[in-house]
């Protein structure tokens, strides 16, 4: 009986087989496939523009402008004293040839803004057809999507944002408790603008290390004068400061009255070591080659006296400044300048590496005066700067964002590490960050750029120092 159920189930089995192979499906798609060569081309047409439009290019034409503002005025400042002065005499020779000069540089400068604008022009009208043709092929390609997916998406970002408004609306975000500001003139220190001027100079991409800015405290007549520092042996050492009668001059790279020399060649006893710079009251302030001290400069009499720091000092590379990728070599010493004069921030061995705070005295000779201990470790900051007797650090946050994180109160003591403060980069890295209480203006050198912006300041009504 049982033989009898299995002899039929296994001929079924095998009619089924021979059925199954026999058979054929047909399937038909009745959507278009969907143009993955046309996506491609968008992408790359959309990372062109990405890489074209850069904040570079737009600063560099607001940086000509600015010099060009700054230029007008002094021209017609000479010209209107050239007036009053010339009576035909050596006088007024000596006048037409400054005036000469300035109208030489001023043509230079608006050559220089004439090109920049037209490749402006010629690149916003290109990238503006590109990005129309992008337009198109985008809305043909949502075309393809049949299923609604990306509309869907549209919508839901519409949705999120229009209830963060909603709820933004219902409870409004609580102010921060900002501190009083002390005996700063301007009051606390509440943000930074977008850079105002950046530039290459006369060497663009050749000296990535250095320092530029103004003195704080300058001799008369040289009001409008900008120094540059440039590390141009091995990234290490510097052996003269470079001049430029005004900011549009440095912006355009003509140097008068040139260098001024601290020594015929690199490295020598007085050799400028590492970019961290600074020029105050006609003299020029850095680490001193191969020590644990400050060297003086000064640029009339062309004297040197050292400043010693304390027992402990790293220096020659063991204490830089640093983040995750790179450390930036010889910054041991970091010198600053604010309304009240020079600064220097370093760090020692008793302090475990964290930066330690002092005030250069002026005097001949100059001497170090009171000394502050933070407890912000150094390798952690990318630079410092001092404003209004208040210490700052940044550290790196990203290739186009450094973040101004902590401050030091020298009048109080306090510490704050929640400064939150974001500084705009045109380049990955700052290798000296300098700030100008003349203008209250905050100079950069960026990978060999020249960058500055402007200090903002919230003046209050409450007179105490936090």
């Known amino acids: 009986?049982?033989?009898?159920?299995?002899?039929?189930?296994?001929?079924?089995?095998?009619?089924?087989?021979?059925?199954?192979?026999?058979?054929?499906?047909?399937?038909?798609?009745?959507?278009?496939?969907?143009?993955?060569?046309?996506?491609?081309?968008?992408?790359?047409?959309?990372?062109?523009?990405?890489?074209?439009?850069?904040?570079?290019?737009?600063?560099?034409?607001?940086?000509?402008?600015?010099?060009?503002?700054?230029?007008?005025?002094?021209?017609?400042?000479?010209?209107?004293?050239?007036?009053?002065?010339?009576?035909?005499?050596?006088?007024?020779?000596?006048?037409?040839?400054?005036i000469e000069?300035?109208?030489?540089?001023?043509?230079?400068?608006?050559?220089?803004?004439?090109?920049?604008?037209?490749?402006?022009?010629?690149?916003?009208?290109?990238?503006?057809?590109?990005?129309?043709?992008?337009?198109?092929?985008?809305?043909?390609?949502?075309?393809?999507d049949t299923m609604q997916v990306v509309k869907r998406q549209q919508a839901n970002q519409r949705l999120r944002r229009d209830l963060e408004q909603c709820k933004n609306g219902l409870h409004p975000t609580q102010q921060p408790t900002k501190p009083p500001h002390g005996t700063c003139p301007y009051g606390q220190l509440l943000n930074i603008t977008e850079p105002r001027v950046y530039t290459a100079g006369e060497y663009p991409g050749s000296?990535?290390?250095?320092?530029?800015?103004?003195?704080?405290?300058?001799?008369?007549?040289?009001?409008?004068?900008?120094?540059?520092i440039m590390m141009t042996s091995s990234n290490r050492y510097a052996h003269y400061v470079r001049f430029y009668s005004t900011l549009s001059s440095l912006i355009i790279g003509v140097s008068v009255p040139g260098n001024i020399l601290i020594h015929s060649s690199n490295p020598a006893t007085n050799t400028i070591q590492g970019p961290n710079n600074v020029l105050y009251g006609g003299a020029l302030y850095y680490n001193c080659y191969n020590k644990d001290a400050v060297c003086r400069f000064n640029l009339t009499t062309k004297s040197i006296t050292t400043v010693e720091l304390p027992k402990g000092t790293r220096y020659n590379s063991k204490g830089n400044f640093c983040h995750l990728d790179e450390c930036y070599p010889y910054t041991d010493l970091d010198l600053a300048t604010d309304e009240s004069g020079v600064w220097v921030i370093y760090t020692t061995t008793q302090d475990f590496g964290n930066l330690v705070l002092s005030k250069v005295e002026e005097g001949e000779p100059p001497k170090l005066g009171q000394t502050w201990h933070t407890s912000v470790y150094k390798?952690?900051?990318?630079?410092?700067?001092?404003?209004?007797?208040?210490?700052?650090?940044?550290?790196?946050?990203?290739?186009?964002?450094?973040?101004?994180?902590?401050?030091?109160?020298?009048?109080?003591?306090?510490?704050?590490?929640?400064?939150?403060?974001?500084?705009?980069?045109?380049?990955?890295?700052?290798?000296?960050?300098?700030?100008?209480?003349?203008?209250?203006?905050?100079?950069?050198?960026?990978?060999?750029?020249?960058?500055?912006?402007?200090?903002?300041?919230?003046?209050?009504d409450d007179q105490s120092w936090s």
């Open 207 to 228: 000296y990535k290390y250095g320092a530029w800015g103004r003195d704080p405290k300058p001799e008369a007549g040289k009001e409008s004068w900008h120094w540059l």
């Open 379 to 460: 390798l952690a900051v990318t630079n410092t700067f001092m404003a209004c007797g208040v210490l700052y650090a940044t550290r790196y946050v990203s290739k186009e964002v450094e973040e101004i994180f902590y401050s030091f109160n020298t009048v109080t003591g306090k510490e704050r590490f929640n400064i939150g403060i974001f500084i705009k980069k045109l380049a990955p890295n700052i290798e000296a960050l300098n700030y100008s209480p003349v203008d209250q203006m905050l100079h950069a050198y960026c990978d060999s750029y020249m960058v500055s912006y402007k200090v903002l300041f919230e003046l209050m």
């Open 101 to 144: 000069n300035e109208m030489t540089e001023i043509k230079q400068l608006m050559d220089k803004l004439n090109s920049t604008a037209l490749e402006r022009e010629l690149l916003t009208a290109d990238t503006t057809q590109r990005l129309q043709d992008l337009r198109e092929e985008m809305q043909e390609l949502e075309t393809f």
């Open 1 to 98: 009986m049982k033989l009898l159920v299995i002899v039929p189930l296994c001929v079924l089995f095998t009619l089924t087989q021979q059925s199954a192979e026999n058979c054929v499906c047909e399937f038909a798609q009745s959507e278009k496939s969907f143009p993955h060569d046309k996506l491609k081309t968008a992408q790359a047409a959309a990372s062109d523009c990405n890489s074209n439009l850069t904040p570079q290019k737009t600063v560099e034409l607001e940086s000509l402008l600015l010099g060009l503002h700054h230029r007008l005025p002094q021209l017609e400042k000479d010209v209107s004293m050239l007036e009053k002065e010339d009576d035909g005499e050596l006088y007024g020779v000596l006048s037409l040839y400054v």
